[in-house]
């Protein structure tokens, strides 16, 4: 037992406190170095201590930091919606911002379901998700949420009316004699068997990481998934909600990752990225259907919280979008992603314990399987990642390794997000430091 007062994740050990930071790095007070390249959790897509970002948060600070969104609003919130609305896809109209990725997938779904009620559609009641998905951990959210091993204490408490239907998981469920394009129509076609199980008409949502980070770890949709759950949802009249609050914000090469899907989602979520870690903070980007049934209807939002567009997070996401629009850092996250790709490829394609090496932009991953030839994952009882997480913090690197969302049906994985501004060199060293990782620990 560690003689800390924070109730801290973990009990049975002492975390290293850290004391600075700069550029992918982090130091503690032993002096230790950590590359940082997940950015905890797929975070800091800036590094640490950026100028314009701690500058921004200092002049907000001295400013105002904190006034009621029911009562006032505030200039770094409107000049940050305004950034996304212009950036984003078509058809989407307005931004809410919340404190991070789970109360913006709460927001989510209470705002579809509030979207029906306002147009006299109440008994659509159903939220259809994917096992294996992850979209946060406050009770709505992780009722959506398809991570078993997250879910187990909390069944009782989770809203029961979700239904799951399996992710579009290329390496394990396409078929050997499939292509991917005929794949992700079948895998998409789950949806629509599902709405009609649950009664058309009955369903108000379907929400999706466009790429899985938490749970599978960096797993994009193959080509026309989305396209095909697109029309789904059209032909029934259903919402579909992009949970891009890990892989959104430039981390796939574009700013949306939908956009690389050729589908406009009704709602989208993004946090991780939007403030870059330099501030608590989440967004809902929502339809123009959507307001405007609002705004025709009751006229008000029925949900919020009190921290909603809070000034000083949002003046960071401000600076953290600027940035990433002056520094050309979208084309940097394409360049630099295909680096990591080669480098992970040609280290470790041949691994007798890698069986997947996937991803999109600067988010991937490895699957770590026993045995490759059968895919098969290593047993519950040997999972690897808390131990490959803690032996590369030994060797100086910060990755994001998980598993375990339900036995057999994945490997662990370790999932990489390095900063979008970060140097070729830096990428070298990360693959260098996760084979030092991976074979001490394998
Ligand atoms: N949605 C997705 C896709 C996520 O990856 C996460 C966090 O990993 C969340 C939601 C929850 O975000 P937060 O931890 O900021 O509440």
């Known amino acids: ?26 130091v503690d007070d032993e002096g230790r170095r950590y590359l940082d ?7 800091s897509c800036l590094g640490h ?21 029911s009562m006032l609003t505030n200039a770094p919130m409107e000049e940050l919606a305004h950034r996304l609305i212009d950036a984003a896809p078509p058809g989407i109209a307005r931004v809410a911002f919340l404190s991070g990725g789970s109360e913006a997938v709460e927001a989510a779904l209470k705002l579809a379901r509030q979207y029906f009620m306002e147009i006299g559609q109440p008994e659509r009641r159903y939220v259809i998700a994917r096992h294996q998905s992850y979209h946060g951990n406050t009770l709505g959210a992780l009722s959506v949420s398809g991570h078993a091993a997250r879910r187990a204490f909390y069944a009782p408490f989770l809203a029961q009316n979700v239904a799951h239907i399996p992710p579009c998981y290329a390496y394990r469920h396409q078929a050997p004699d499939e292509t991917p394009e005929a794949y992700g129509l079948r895998a998409a076609d789950a949806l629509e068997a599902k709405i009609l199980e649950l009664g058309a008409g009955t369903v108000a949502a379907f929400i999706a990481e466009p790429i899985v980070g938490a749970t599978l770890g960096a797993v994009p949709a193959v080509p026309g998934y989305f396209r095909r759950v697109r029309e789904i949802c059209d032909r029934h009249g259903v919402l579909f909600i992009a949970d891009e609050v890990m892989c959104g914000m430039g981390r796939s090469g574009t700013l949306f990752a939908m956009e690389q899907e050729g589908a406009v989602p009704d709602l989208i979520t993004v946090a991780k990225g939007l403030a870059a870690g330099y501030q608590p903070l989440g967004a809902l980007l929502v339809g123009q259907r959507i307001v405007e049934a609002i705004a025709a209807g009751s006229g008000a939002l029925a949900h919020g919280h009190t921290y909603m567009g809070h000034a000083i997070a949002c003046a960071a996401g401000v600076a953290v979008f600027d940035a990433i629009r002056e520094e050309g850092l979208l084309h940097n996250v394409r360049r630099l992603g295909g680096l990591l790709e080669d480098g992970l ?3 470790f394609g041949q691994h007798p314990h890698v069986g997947d090496i996937r991803g999109r ?9 026993e045995s490759r030839d059968d895919k098969r994952p290593f047993p519950r009882a040997a999972r690897l990642h808390a131990a490959f997480k803690e032996t590369a913090m030994r060797h100086g690197l910060i990755c994001y390794p998980s598993g375990g969302t339900a036995d057999g049906l994945e490997g662990d994985h370790v999932l990489l997000a390095p900063p979008y501004n970060a140097e070729p060199a830096h990428i070298e060293e990360i693959v260098e430091l996760v084979g030092k990782a991976l074979s001490t620990v394998l």
């Open 361 to 369: 932009g600067l988010l991937w991953a490895l699957e770590l399987v």
């Open 37 to 43: 390249a997940s950015g905890g959790a797929a975070v």
């Open 49 to 69: 201590d950026h100028p314009r970002v701690v500058e921004a948060i200092a002049r907000q600070a001295s400013r105002v930091a904190f006034a009621h969104t």
């Open 1 to 26: 037992m560690s003689t800390s007062d924070v109730l801290h994740r973990q009990l049975d050990r002492r975390l290293p406190t850290v004391v600075s930071g700069s550029g992918p790095y982090l």
């Open 345 to 347: 490829r040609a280290r």
